[in-house]
């Protein structure tokens, strides 16, 4: 159970992220940071449906290339995965 509470915590913290980010009381430059740290979390992990969802809410810029990227990742994966 310990390995999985450590594999939690970024999600956890990226959670926290999210929720900061929809906050009036947060200063706009700290949201700058917030964006970006998201961002940054959620490229390295390839977790476009995320990426697709916090664009349509505005939270964070659609790039479609980077979108386009994340996917072809996750494409690869399910190919080698079925592979074996």
Known sequence: MEGQEGSQQPQL?????????????VPDIEKVRLRQE???SVV???MAPLYETLA???VLDLDQS???SMRA??????K???EK
């Open 66 to 68: 980077v979108l386009d």
């Open 38 to 40: 998201v961002l940054d």
């Open 13 to 25: 913290i990226l959670a926290h992220k999210r929720f900061l980010l929809t906050q009036s009381d």
């Open 56 to 58: 349509a809410s505005s």
């Open 80 to 82: 080698k995965l079925d």
């Open 44 to 46: 390295a992990d390839d």
């Open 73 to 78: 990742k996750i494409d690869d994966q399910i």
